[in-house]
């Protein structure tokens, strides 16, 4: 039986209902494990337990999706000057928050022993609460990461280097053979350098860009032998990609995407034209493939949430938040993809 996939309950949509519930859990935990003195009790202790919880709420959540972001990012000064900010915004008025729910509940509930937290310890429970839950985010995020890398190269070996896809290029390899054709040796050392590749070099979370590049043009010079002249093949590589680093088998997923759905008009050509450059460290790529309008559905697999998008797209959103723009557009007879992406 398959496991549960338990990082379900950290992504959209679950995730919402998976905090709900956590700090609902929260809320009771403090009722039973929290001793209180007796004469709390009914609704002046759920008052207090609820200003409690808001003590770690508040600070959780401003610095996790105002602060973090900035962090992930690597805009040190900002985020410095943001989580400063932040320190100084709650420490002051926090206290006023946290005490607007105690006058509320004692005009509701009649409430007799109000807190007034004016006088508590804010400064600590700000500063622990907020790197607590940093930490908690960045941890989340890298068993999710871990987890989608490793189901996410499993598909795409699946995808990639399927029996279908082998068979047509021995079988093209063998034709080669057979007439003795002198590129018979660099194809086949093509071959395995992919299959190489995919099955032992990316097991890292980034693997050098020239690597990636390389993999890419193995798999292109593949597909023309398995087309044989039925589209017009461009690869275009532009830059260095000397020291620059990359998540491994990302780029592919659009350069298969128009191997797999090209087509040609009546009277026209089909082609797919590939472009990669890479400057001021900044990566773009370009892929550009022919759609036949009389025959593609008008429903495109990239669209309306597909699991090939979907994907690449959950990855990107772990790997390079912030740091990518991926844009997809459909034409009458022209379908192409650029991704945008600032590498470290």
């Excluded at 962090?71 to 932040?86: D, E, N, P």
């Excluded at 005490?99 to 500063?127: C, E, M, P, Y």
């Excluded at 034709?175 to 040796?185: C, D, F, I, N, T």
Aim: hydrophobic residues 45%.
């Amino acid at each position: 039986m398959k496991p549960p996939d338990w990082t379900r309950l950290f992504t959209r949509p679950y995730s919402v209902i998976t905090q709900i519930v956590f700090w609902v859990l929260v809320f009771f935990l403090y009722i039973l494990l929290k001793e209180y003195p007796q004469r709390m009790s009914g609704m002046t202790l759920i008052c207090l337990v609820l200003q409690e919880v808001l003590e770690l709420v508040i600070p959780s959540y401003t610095q996790n999706l105002l602060v973090l972001p900035f962090f992930k990012r690597r805009q040190w000064l900002t985020a410095i000057g943001l989580y400063l900010l932040q320190l100084v915004g709650l420490i002051a008025g926090l206290p006023y928050v946290l005490n607007a729910v105690g006058w509320v509940g004692k005009g509701l509930f009649h409430l007799t022993d109000v807190v007034d937290w004016r006088g508590q310890h804010i400064a600590f429970s700000v500063v622990a609460f907020t790197v607590v839950a940093s930490f908690t985010r960045l941890g989340l995020d890298r068993l999710i990461l871990d987890k989608t890398q490793k189901e996410n190269e499993l598909r795409h070996l699946k995808a990639q280097l399927n029996p279908h896809f082998l068979f047509n290029t021995l079988n093209n390899l063998y034709g080669l053979s057979v007439a003795e054709s002198k590129q018979l040796p660099g194809l086949m050392l093509k071959l395995s350098d992919l299959l190489r590749y995919s099955l032992y070099d990316t097991n890292a979370h980034y693997v050098a860009l020239q690597k990636e590049i390389d993999y890419l043009s193995n798999y292109v010079e593949l597909q023309r032998i398995r087309l044989s002249g039925d589209a017009a093949i461009g690869f275009d590589i532009r830059g260095d990609a000397e020291g620059r680093y990359i998540a491994p088998l990302l780029m592919i997923v659009f350069v298969e995407n128009a191997f797999k759905h090209f087509s040609a008009g009546q009277g026209g050509k089909a082609f797919i034209r590939i472009e990669l450059s890479i400057e001021e460290g900044e990566l773009q790529l370009d892929v550009v493939n022919a759609v036949d309008p009389g025959f593609v559905a008008p429903r495109s697999p990239w669209r309306g949430g597909g699991l090939g998008l979907e994907n690449v797209r959950q990855r990107l959103n772990l790997l390079y938040p912030g740091q990518y723009h991926l844009t997809v557009n459909k034409d009458w007879d022209v379908f192409t993809t650029r991704l945008v992406i600032e590498l470290t």
